[in-house]
């Protein structure tokens, strides 16, 4: 049986404990929760070893890059090199496709004890894009940036707005090194259009944008923790104040009856199908 679940310090959001169990799954209060607030964390739901083997891989790959890649110059957010020319211009922010750079990740995304808790959120049937996410986030000690405060849902066309992230860490994640934070139940909020910027970040000059952001919560992680968000949940991070890089690894998932619009970038790749528990 689980033990009670632990609220996260000014959210309401529940952090689920630690369960070994192949077949755990989140408790009647951690769903009800997530349906408020739009996130939940399972501690130390990934398996120590697979962790050892994405981390070991990730680190092999950034020392000597191939394969799709994204550069911290390429997105020109506060904070990231001007330029791929200018010092740290070759800083990687992101590691794409990793579904197919090692078994490890493909051993975390079929783990049982994950797609029962997944099931739980979409459905029976859960299904993988590997258009979106897919990746590695890394926050590295320099030449980091800023994050603005995206809903995920409002780059991803989908016949509903019903996807959840997983972001699994591969490291200790603190306000520190930039860890993630969100606003609870903020994918249940109406935003207009006329409260976000060009790039579809809420904008924070604006008073009203300025109070929800106050709301915001960090999402401090340690290795193995798992974070399910949904895909209107705003969420942003800082950059990596410390001397040590961070590491991510991220996906998203989606119920079987919720495909991609024809044509549009989301259904542009392969989806993988996760094994039912």
């Known amino acids: 049986m689980m033990e009670p679940s632990v609220p996260l310090a000014g959210s309401g959001a529940v952090v689920a404990p630690q369960d070994n169990a192949p077949d755990g799954e989140f408790s009647a209060e951690e769903l009800a929760d997530f349906e408020q607030c739009g996130f939940v964390i399972a501690r130390q739901l990934a398996n120590p070893e697979t962790c050892r083997q994405m981390l070991e891989c990730t680190r092999a790959t950034l020392a000597a890059p191939f394969g799709p890649v994204e550069y911290?110059?390429?997105?020109?957010?506060?904070?990231?090199?001007?330029?791929?020319?200018?010092?740290?211009?070759?800083?990687?922010r992101r590691l794409k496709e990793v579904h197919g750079r090692h078994p490890g990740f493909t051993q975390f995304v079929s783990q049982p004890s994950l797609v029962r808790r997944l099931q739980q959120l979409l459905g029976a049937q859960v299904v993988m894009p590997l258009a979106h996410h897919n990746c590695v986030m890394t926050k590295?000690?320099?030449?980091?940036?800023?994050?603005?405060?995206?809903?995920e849902a409002r780059y991803w066309p989908y016949s509903r707005p019903e996807l959840v992230s997983v972001w699994l860490a591969l490291g200790r994640e603190t306000p520190g090194n930039g860890c993630l934070y969100l606003i609870p139940g903020t994918h249940t909020l109406p935003v207009s259009r006329d409260r976000l910027d060009g790039a579809l970040f809420l904008r924070t000059d604006l008073a009203e944008n300025a109070a929800l952001i106050s709301q915001k919560v960090p999402a401090e992680l340690e290795l193995g923790d798992v974070l399910f968000f949904h895909c209107r949940t705003f969420h942003a991070a800082g950059r990596n104040q410390t001397?040590?890089?961070?590491?991510?690894a991220v996906f998203t998932?989606?119920?079987?009856?919720?495909?991609?619009?024809?044509?549009?970038?989301?259904?542009?790749?392969?989806?993988?199908?996760l094994p039912q528990v």
């Open 72 to 92: 911290e110059a390429d997105l020109h957010y506060p904070g990231a090199p001007g330029s791929r020319a200018a010092t740290g211009g070759n800083t990687i």
């Open 140 to 151: 590295q000690p320099r030449d980091s940036s800023d994050t603005g405060w995206p809903q």
């Open 243 to 248: 001397s040590e890089t961070k590491y991510s």
């Open 253 to 273: 998932f989606r119920p079987a009856d919720n495909p991609p619009k024809p044509g549009s970038r989301s259904a542009a790749m392969p989806e993988l199908l």
